[in-house]
């Protein structure tokens, strides 16, 4: 006999019936009164088909476990994405008015090799989904950082300047985001 966990229940049918699950359990349904012997034997028999439903039972528990995950990955990343969009829209207010600079909007997603971006022409700020995991000081500095290229496109001595005059300890700030690999 092939070696799989087999539970055997005698009912009020006819014919043997098999069921693999997805906890890749063997059920077996069988008439009141038929030998052991038989039921092993005719186990025996559909040995192939049980390891053919087994592998197809594995195969949609590997998919649900995938799907499963995707979700959660998704409910993180919506979560997550939540908490950042609060912080910027508390923490922008607060730089725009120190400096005198305004954005026109600003937005949230995954980068790959930038913490932030701004659109100078347009005056769109952009932030890398990653800041949540790093602390507000960080997020401040990019705040910074970004709305400062409204001012100064470039990073010039002037930028940073800037920089400086509204936050001195950017520098501490800038390295915790630069020794990350993003």
């Not at 922008?92 to 949230?108: A, C, D, N, R, V």
């Not at 400062?148 to 509204?166: A, M, Q």
């Amino acid at each position: 006999m092939t070696n799989f966990e087999v539970i055997i229940t005698e009912k009020r049918i006819k014919n043997i019936i098999i069921r693999v699950k997805g906890d890749m359990k063997v059920y077996v349904s069988c008439p009141f009164g038929i030998s052991q012997d038989k039921v092993i034997e005719f186990i025996d028999s559909k040995s192939d088909w049980i390891l053919k439903q087994m592998k197809k039972a594995e195969e949609q528990s590997e998919r649900e476990q995938i799907r499963k995950a995707e979700l959660e990955d998704r409910n993180r990343y919506l979560s997550e994405m939540k908490s950042l969009e609060e912080l910027i829209s508390k923490r922008l207010p607060i730089y725009e008015e120190m400096t005198g600079l305004k954005s026109s909007s600003w937005h949230i997603r995954e980068m790959k090799t930038r913490w932030g971006s701004c659109n100078t022409r347009t005056k769109r700020l952009c932030f890398n989904l990653l800041l949540i995991k790093y602390p507000i000081s960080c997020l401040d500095y990019v705040i910074l950082h970004e709305l400062s290229h409204i001012k100064y496109p470039n990073h010039s001595n002037e930028f940073w300047k800037f920089i400086e005059g509204y936050m001195p300890d950017y520098k501490m700030r800038r390295s915790i985001l630069k020794n990350e690999t993003i």
